[in-house]
Each structure stands twice: as C-alpha cells, then as structure tokens.
C-alpha cells in the first residue's frame, strides 16, 4: 500500500469501497460494479482513483459475485494492493460499513467512503474534499451536490441553522423533503472511531428494511458531533449509475471528453466524432485519420498519420507511423510497423506482427504469426504459427496448415520467396530463401533454399538460379 500521504496535510486515511450490492435496477445478472464503461468494470475506475489519492489502505466491500469483483479490483490494482471484505448478506449501505468494522474500528483515521458505482469522480475533487474534512475538525463531512432532478438519491436536509440536519431517503422522505435540490453523492469521510461507534445504534426502521449507512450523519448530530457539508460544483462528476440508461450516459460522457481530447491536445482527424469509440486509455499521434465507426479500446498506441477506415476495431494493439488500416478490419493483440497495409477485412490476433511496409489484404487472417519488411499476402489466406521473412510473396488461397489435430505446428518461410496461389504449407515445414512453390501445391516437406516446387503433395521439379 502506498505510505505518501504527503498529499492530504500529512494525516492518514483509509478508503472504504462499497461494492456488495447487486444493483436491482439495472435488471442484469452481472453485478453492477461489473459492468463496463470505457472497457473498464465501474469499480475499476473507482479503484484507480482510490489509488491516485496515497491512502494508508484500500478495503472494498465485496458480496455479490465477490469473486470476480476481486478479481477485477486486482486486474486494476494488482493483487494484495486492495484488502477485501465479505459482507454476506446484503442488507443496505449501514450494513456494508459495519462489516469493515473489524478492519477498520482501530485505524484511528479518517476514512474515505467510496461507492462503486460513482465511476467519474476525480482525485483531485477528492483531495480537496478530505483536505477540508482534516481541516474542520469534523466527525464527517457529506459530499452533496445540487440536482436539477434529484429524484432516487438521499436529500440532505438542514436546519433553521442552515447546518446539516439528516439525511432523507428517496423511498423515506415526505413531500417536503422530496423539493430538496441538494443531495448526498454517497462520498463520505468520517473519523473512523465515531464512524463505528454511532453506526451500532443504526436500525432497519424505514421503508426499505435496509441498515442505512445516511443514519450514521443524523446519529452523529445528535451525539453533539459536528457534520459538515461540502458542495462540489461538477454534479456529473459525482453521480452514481443505477441503471444502464445512466450507464450509456456516462459512456457517451467520457467518449466525448476522450474524442475532443485527441483532436485538440493530440492533433487526431475524426471524421465523425460522434460515431467513433475510442478508450481513453489509447494514444494516437498526430495527423491520425480516424472514420467512422471505428473502435480503439484497450492500451492501443497509433503512431503518426496512420487512417484508419470505417468499421475497424483495434484491440491492445500497436501501430507505428502511416499505417493503413482499411475498412472493417479486427486487430487484437498485435503489432503494425510503419508504413504497414492492412484489409479490407482482415484480422490480426495472437501476438501478429508485421515488420515495415509489410501488406495483408482482404480476408487474410494472421494469427501468432511474423511477417517480415516488405512481405505482402493480398488475398484469402490464413497465416498461423508463422514465420515469414522479408520481400516475400504469399499468393491467394494459400494456407499454413498449422494444427495436425493436437498440436499447432510452425511455418517458417523465409526471405524471396513466392508462394503460389493456393499453396496448403503443412506444418512443420520450411520454405527456403528464394524459392518458388506452384500453384495448388501441397507442401509436405522442407522446401531447400532456390528451388521450385509443385504438385500434391509437392516434388522438387528443378534447381532455381540464386
Ligand atoms: C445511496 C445513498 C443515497 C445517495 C446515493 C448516491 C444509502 C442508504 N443511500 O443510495 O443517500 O444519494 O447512494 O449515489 O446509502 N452496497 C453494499 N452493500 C449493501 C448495499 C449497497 O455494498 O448491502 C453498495 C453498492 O454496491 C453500491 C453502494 O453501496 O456500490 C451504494 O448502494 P446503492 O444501493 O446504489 O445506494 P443508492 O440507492 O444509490
Ligand atoms: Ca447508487
């Protein structure tokens, strides 16, 4: 766990992630911290933030399909960083916190309290509120924003004071707390000795039947405790997703936060920004000509003045300068040296990789397999478990028979040659350097370096001049 906890006035805190619920509205059967926005599981991007603020420790409330909620705030982490906490049955917010009371009852902190389904909240929003929290000397301090449409979220109800009286619920509060603009974002910090000491006395007396952690501020007033508010200006920032309509909004939100970025900051053409899907983890060069509907996810890097056509989709890929991607191409997991052509129609995937100025062209799939500087397969090929050298010539049709029923079997072809159109390469073979295969040969066995082969299975018909 990080120790500098420089940023926050030299005072140690601990974060406390909520994320056992199921989510009822988002009618799934996943999980809501489990669904994706930006190619990314909410509690990823909930996690990531966590982890930009230094904190002493990261606990995350897990209950529904708690094990691939671990396992995707270990993918974002990396395992042992984030401690986990079993809440066994779900039984509100309140009921979540009391659950980390064992981890955290001691700490003698502040915590942090995080839901996992506030994706968009920034570190920096963040620092400054646990700053004003140390500062004030409050017990806890709520996180509230103003709604245009507060309908769903707990209503922070003051008093004559203009302080913090209560928190309201949604399915609780009575029509006059409803009109209530201001609401509490669900991000908290509290001293974690009163935290756990006033969270006993809550109870599941409201509409719900649900243990709610927005007693806790209410029980603390009344103890004689201070409770602060802290306004953030950006609601968008703060607001929790409930249901996949809010997801999709949210989707949209930071697509078009990411695609202005790359045109303003990165100097990248998209022909329709609103049609194009990038992941704001992708970097893109300058002069980058991006057409509609294509999709850059994952950690992908495009060089310079690379276009990229209509209906591609570049998945944890590389691609180095003036790369050409035509249209409806899938790239997963490989990489493009400059000046490369790929489609249309094409799929690159298990670790490909093509050197400089090396061509595929339509309907060639290219799986864990090389192809050397200059090398070019146009057409209706299949390229697996390859190794293919430079300025060599794969004609249409042509195979690598790469899997003999158990096991997969490498190619090797090596610089100079030509392969003729439909052309099966059973593996393991070898072509030699500069040599020709006929077309519709099927090539059995290692083929010597400058020699011509044909025929089924293939012979050697006569020695090549170098
Ligand atoms: C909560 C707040 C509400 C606030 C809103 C802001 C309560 C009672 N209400 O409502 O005042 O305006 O957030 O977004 O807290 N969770 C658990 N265990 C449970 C229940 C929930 O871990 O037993 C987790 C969920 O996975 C989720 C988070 O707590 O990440 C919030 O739960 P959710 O049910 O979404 O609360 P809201 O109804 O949105
Ligand atoms: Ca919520």
Do not use: W
Request: aromatic share 4%.
């Amino acid at each position: 766990m990080p120790q500098d906890s420089s940023k926050t006035n030299n005072s140690s805190f601990d974060i406390l992630i909520l994320a056992a619920g199921l989510g009822t509205r988002m009618k799934s059967g996943l999980a809501k911290v489990l669904h994706k926005l930006d190619g990314r599981p909410l509690i990823a991007h909930v996690c990531r933030t966590a982890a930009a603020l230094g904190p002493r420790t990261i606990h995350v409330v897990v209950g529904h399909q708690a094990e691939q909620v671990r396992a995707a705030v270990d993918q974002e982490l990396g395992p042992g960083k984030a401690a986990f906490i079993h809440q066994a049955e779900q039984r509100g917010t309140g009921d979540a916190v009391l659950a980390a009371r064992d981890a955290l009852a001691d700490a003698n902190s502040t915590v942090l309290i995080l839901s996992g389904d506030v994706p968009l909240v920034r570190a920096e929003s963040l620092q400054a509120f646990i700053k004003e929290h140390v500062a004030s000397k409050a017990s806890c301090t709520i996180l509230t924003i103003r709604l245009e449409n507060p309908t769903d979220y707990g209503r922070i109800v003051r008093d004559d004071a203009d302080s913090f009286l209560k928190i309201a619920e949604q399915k609780d509060a009575n029509d006059e707390e409803r009109q209530i603009r201001e609401v509490n974002s669900g991000i908290y910090c509290f001293d974690s000795s009163k935290l756990f000491r006033a969270i006993q006395q809550i109870q599941p007396t409201n509409s719900q039947h649900e243990y709610y952690l927005t007693d806790v501020p209410g029980i603390l007033k009344g103890d004689g405790e201070q409770v602060s508010l802290y306004q953030q200006s950006d609601a968008r920032e703060v607001s929790g997703i409930n249901t996949r309509a809010e997801l999709a909004e949210f989707e949209n939100l930071l697509r078009r936060r990411t695609i202005r970025g790359l045109m303003l900051d990165a100097g990248v053409t998209f022909i329709d920004p609103s049609h194009s899907y990038i992941s704001s983890d992708a970097k893109i060069g300058r002069d980058c000509i991006i057409h509609p509907d294509v999709h850059i996810e994952g950690e992908s890097v495009l060089g310079e003045a690379c276009e990229i056509q209509q209906g591609s989709r570049v998945v944890s890929s590389r691609l180095g300068n003036r790369v050409n991607i035509k249209d409806h191409c899938l790239i997963i997991d490989s990489s493009i040296a400059d000046d490369c052509a790929v489609g249309p129609f094409a799929h690159l995937r298990m670790n490909a990789e093509m050197e400089e100025r090396a061509v595929v062209g339509n309907f060639v799939e290219v799986k864990k397999s090389k192809i050397g500087r200059g090398t070019k397969s146009m057409h209706l090929t299949y390229l697996g478990d390859a190794t293919i050298g430079e300025n060599t010539n794969i004609g249409a049709g042509t195979v690598t028979c790469n899997y003999d029923g158990k096991n997969k079997n490498p190619t090797f072809i090596e610089d100079n040659v030509r392969i003729g159109s439909d052309t099966m390469l059973v593996a393991p073979v070898r072509v030699g350097k500069g040599s020709v295969t006929a077309a519709g040969s099927v090539v059995t066995e290692d083929v010597p370096p400058n020699t011509l082969v044909a025929g089924v299975p293939a012979k050697v018909k006569k020695k090549l001049d170098d």
